[in-house]
């Protein structure tokens, strides 16, 4: 699959997920090419896939999508 770019920066600095919160599989293909991914707590979890960035515990929601505050 071509690299699609998923994120925008936001005016505090931050990385926005472009694509929403029902982007399942291109959150998953993008946690899986994450160095700094960490599961979230199991009642946390949102989506079936262990790695995806909606699980991810780095991940804080917006109104519409959420934004990745990995270190």
């Known amino acids: 699959m071509a690299r699609v770019d998923v994120w925008e920066q936001t005016l505090s600095g931050r990385k926005r997920f472009k694509h929403g919160q029902d982007s399942y599989g291109l959150a998953a293909e993008t946690a ?26 780095y991940r804080r929601w ?8 990995k270190p």
């Open 62 to 69: 917006t109104a519409d999508s959420f934004e990745c505050l």
């Open 32 to 57: 899986g090419q994450c160095g700094a991914f960490v599961n979230d707590d199991d009642d946390e979890a949102v989506c079936d896939d262990d790695r995806s960035c909606y699980n991810c515990r």
